[in-house]
């Protein structure tokens, strides 16, 4: 088997990500500690659960950044493959803290609204702290929103496209959550003036419930794109087609019979492929298609770092045979 192995790239790309998770929980600690005095001057328990919210929100930004950290440490001989999937760890328990940080304690704080009932004080102070708030969580949503436009422009793809398939976790968990903390400010404020203009708690204690059950939501959302990740995602099947395609342009390469392609980082891809060569080349020959095939697969495919070509002849296989995970 032939194939080289080079130290994880995107560094250039990481300070961006870093800058888009630290714009975010800098927003959202300042404003968990607004949202937590305004709940306990109004009584509201829709602004507690928002303060919940944020409190998780900055907790899940932390472990981003740790994820952003971790996962660009260079192969060593303990991890011969790098670290890039450690990233993915970490983003799954930023998840699990979304989920029971603030999720459970919004539905829960809700449900005890309702069921008890709560003595609503002057909303004044909250509508304010709602207001800053959604400035602060705005501008922290453009900015995530920004990097991910740039970065589905580099790929050719819609910017929706690419939030729902990015491996770049960091700056999906930025954008899902801001856009999450928007709709959850706007329920908020819906509840204070429903019992403002009511008298009735019922209104806050469901506000905070649909908050909670929106916070569980992006917190499943972001788990299962994490776990998926994890447990190993191949690159999609047109890049999986490009990929066979690009290596039988490679002189003395006339079938590719297996390939297997795994995701390990937002800009780590492996390659590992059985491929048949013509029955005439020398070993000289094949060494050198090995090396080609690479060299042209990382510039046609910069994300591409590990490439494997084992040499293989064909035992009556369709030479246009791919293998690989679908």
Known sequence: MTGTDTPPGGKAEAPESSVTVIVAAS????IAVAKAVAGVVSGSSAMLAEAAH????????????????RGDHPPDEDHPLGHGPERYIWALLASVATFVGGGVFAVYDG???????EELGDPLLSYLVLGVAFLLEGWSLRTGVRQARAEAALL????????????????????????????GLVLAAAGLLGGQLTGSGVWDGVASVLIGLLLVYVAWVLGRSN?????????????????????????????????????????????????????ASSARQV????????????????????????????????????????
């Open 227 to 279: 776990a998926r990740l994890l447990i190993g995602r191949p690159v999609p099947r047109a890049m999986r087609e490009a990929v066979v395609e690009e290596i039988l342009t490679v002189p003395h390469i006339v079938a590719v019979l297996e390939l297997t392609t795994l995701i390990q980082g937002p800009r780590e891809i492996l390659i590992a492929a059985k491929v048949d060569f013509r029955d």
């Open 54 to 69: 944020s409190v998780a929100d900055t907790v899940t930004e932390l472990m981003l950044l740790v994820a952003l950290k």
């Open 287 to 326: 060494e050198w298609a090995c090396e080609e095939a690479e060299q042209q697969l990382r510039e046609r495919f910069p994300a591409i770092r590990r490439v494997y070509l084992d040499p293989t002849p064909d035992l009556g296989l369709d030479p246009g045979t791919m293998g690989g995970p679908a």
């Open 111 to 117: 449900v005890h609204t309702l069921t008890h009932g």
């Open 156 to 183: 050719g793809a819609p910017v929706g496209h690419y939030l729902r398939h990015t491996p770049d976790t960091a700056v999906k968990a930025v954008v899902m959550e801001d856009a999450a903390a928007l709709v």
């Open 27 to 30: 927003a959202n600690l300042g």
